[in-house]
């Protein structure tokens, strides 16, 4: 039933992915809906880490929600390719690009761990 | 919403881009059980960003020269490389790592991580170039 889940949820978490890239494409920067996505999905997991910690989601929905949802609509690989693609090589576009967004996913998972309860 | 009026390939593509989501996050939780955590790094993720990047690096090479945008880019580069690879859990490991054992083992986790993805997403897009 777990893999049933991931996988539906999964399935779902690309779908909200590909939605939020197309309305963005057309709308801001490229990079954009990608940076979206990651960073909610940050704060999602914060928050799953948290309410599981705190036994308001069990082992089952912390997978669903958190490996199989939140894994899925946020995204590595298109990260680095967009990266590449925008970056042309240059070293500090490199930078501007990854940095700040790897930051800023660390600072919201702590975020979403303390809307989500806390771990203590 | 008018399902008639759609354009004809939109529903295909959502399907597509659901069937690879599901692929590749169920390789992600099968990766993440195959492959226990023995050491301080959290080497399933690292395996699945790379994998993935790897996969879209060399789709982005193909593209170049055909129109993007297909039912197999939807499948594979948009659903199973973006399912298979994760931001989220990226982050939230670096922060466990940034809390325990402290911050060079979670700037070399995330650092790492980044340049390793971008030179094999960047070596795989040049060598599909090539095909």
Known sequence: MVILGVALAGGVGAVIRWLVSTWFARRAPGGTGTAVVNLVGSIGLGAVVALSHHGHLGPDGTVVVGTGFLGALTTFSTWMVETLEESDGKRAAVWRRTAPLALAGIALVWIGIEIGGGLN | ?131
């Open chain 2, 1 to 131: 919403m008018n399902a008639d009026r759609a354009a004809p390939g939109l529903v295909q593509t959502a399907i597509a881009v659901f069937l690879g989501g599901s692929i590749g996050a169920l390789v992600r939780y099968g990766l993440g059980i195959w492959i226990a955590p023995t050491s301080e790094v959290p080497i399933a993720t690292v395996i699945a960003n790379l994998l993935g990047s790897a996969l879209l690096g060399t789709l982005a090479g193909l593209s170049e020269r055909r129109a993007a945008g297909g039912p197999g880019y939807a499948l594979l580069g948009v659903g199973l490389a973006g399912a298979l690879t994760t931001f989220s859990t990226f982050a939230l490991e670096a922060l466990q790592l940034l809390d325990r054992p402290g911050p060079l083992v979670a700037a070399l986790y995330a650092g790492g991580s980044v340049l390793a993805g971008l030179r094999i997403a960047a070596a795989a897009r040049q060598r599909s170039r090539a095909w």
